[in-house]
């Protein structure tokens, strides 16, 4: 059997990775081969969101609007007339699930790839079995980079696409000081890090930082303590049910949104929906994506999806376009794969492999032309600010000029670069699947 470049390099460099983070060392068994396609059968792909629980909010307009373009491409005429066919798992807002279902799509349902995930949590939960069994993970959201993985693609923003200009604008629009504000996971955490650097470089001040357990609609205490502090904005990375909670006790607490806006990650329109627009009303966003971009194609898409049987929700927002986008990049990728080793060779890595550089031009993508990076496999987009109306839309306030090229490791630059055979240390060596 052969072995490909790629995975000889996966292979050897794992005996020798030390460094920044601790890499999933794999060497694969003869008792398991990687997922094909096979000519004249449908393209199985596992959707692994929750539909239930505290992560239902946005994570089940992925599910919803990820059938909404596996029929748009299916009615279009598939891929290389090949129907995809989605295999839909509630994962229950629980790791536990994420990670068992896992391992039952590939082994069992035979899925050539994955989208699935909103939380880094659930990602790093099924990383492991996704890289043990060379399958693939599309990742359609933001977080906080610090990996370097060959079994992902992401199609979401990095923190230098992200933080990275929400924090000087609050800091020029309402001043320095800040307090932070997010759920209890590695995202959060990790994303204040770059955020404490970016506001280190605005002159800003941070007045103090709460993490609050995924799930958890209680925030009194964290109230009490932003009231004593007063910042003059707030960073969160709060999620789910809990940015709800969060943003419905501001309001009940007597704060001013005015004079202590709240400056988020994750608050689109979807969760603005949720909690009712009078509790979103003048805070902010950052995100590639907002439901009221100008342009035929963002109106044909909002119009679409809204009018389909997927759009029970009512709204479009940033984390299912960026999981729209990422159907048409497998497609893209498939299409490649199969044009260059034939429909029966096309396994997970060769899709991966093809997304290399691989563009959804702006008579697809309703937030523009983007692209997938040679390198890192992150997507390269033009970062935005909205600021949340009355009716809950969102009025963008600030955008990019270019497009931003996504930078995992934009605040360890000592920990090396991350290349599409592993992450280039600055002493040679090749770590790769870092997580």
């Known amino acids: ?46 959707l692994l969101f929750s539909l239930t629980g505290a992560l239902a909010v946005p994570e089940e307009d992925s599910t919803l609007v990820m059938q909404y373009a596996i029929d748009e491409i299916n009615n279009a005429g598939g891929i290389d007339d090949h129907m995809i066919e989605p295999v839909i798992i509630d994962a229950k807002s629980d790791f536990k699930v994420y990670s068992a279902k896992t391992k039952e799509l590939i082994l069992k349902d035979k899925v050539i790839s994955i989208f699935g995930c909103y939380t880094s949590a659930s990602r790093k939960a099924i990383s492991p079995t996704v890289m043990k069994y060379d399958n693939l993970l599309f990742y ?25 200009d929400l924090i000087p604008y609050m800091v020029d629009q309402f001043g320095p000081k800040t307090f932070f504000v997010g759920s209890n ?19 800003g001040e941070l007045l103090g930082e709460e993490y609050i357990p995924l799930g958890s609609s209680e925030f009194g205490p964290v109230l009490e303590k932003i009231r004593a502090t007063n910042p003059d904005f707030i960073f969160s990375t709060v999620v789910g049910a809990s940015d709800i909670a969060f943003h419905r006790q501001f309001k009940q607490a007597g704060l001013d949104v005015d004079k202590m806006p709240i400056a988020s990650l994750t608050t689109g329109e979807i969760e603005t929906a949720a909690m009712g627009a009078e509790y979103g009303a003048g805070h902010f966003l950052s995100a590639p994506y907002f439901q009221t971009m100008p342009g035929a194609v963002n109106e044909r898409f ?24 990422s159907a048409y990049v497998f497609k893209g990728a498939v299409e490649k794969a199969a044009a260059e080793y034939g429909m029966n060779d096309v396994t997970p890595e060769r899709i991966r492999d093809m997304t290399a550089g691989l563009a959804v031009g702006d008579d697809i993508s309703p937030e523009g032309k983007i692209w997938i990076d040679p390198d890192n496999f992150n997507c390269w987009l033009k970062p935005k600010i909205g600021q949340c109306q009355g009716d809950g839309s969102f009025k963008i306030v600030k955008e990019a000029a270019e497009h931003v090229a996504p930078d995992p490791y934009s605040i360890y630059p000592e920990a090396g670069v991350c290349k599409s055979d592993g992450l280039h240390a600055p002493d040679g060596t090749v770590k790769v699947d870092v997580i």
Not at 8 to 30: C, Q, Y
Not at 302 to 323: A, I, R
């Open 1 to 46: 059997m052969s072995i490909s470049r790629r995975k000889l390099l996966k292979n050897s460099a794992a005996v020798a990775a030390i460094g920044v983070a601790s890499p999933h060392l794999w060497l694969p068994s003869t008792a398991y081969a990687a997922n094909t396609l096979k000519k004249g059968d449908p393209i199985k792909v596992g």
């Open 140 to 164: 359609p959201t933001c977080y906080e980079g610090a990996e370097c993985t060959q079994n992902i693609v992401n199609t979401g923003p990095l923190a230098n696409q992200h933080s990275f």
């Open 185 to 203: 996971y590695v995202w959060p955490k990790e994303s204040n890090k770059n955020a404490k650097v970016w506001l280190e470089q605005s002159n």
């Open 302 to 325: 909002v119009d679409g999806f809204l009018s389909s049987k997927y759009g029970k929700n009512g709204t479009t927002h940033y984390n299912m376009e960026e999981t729209y986008l």
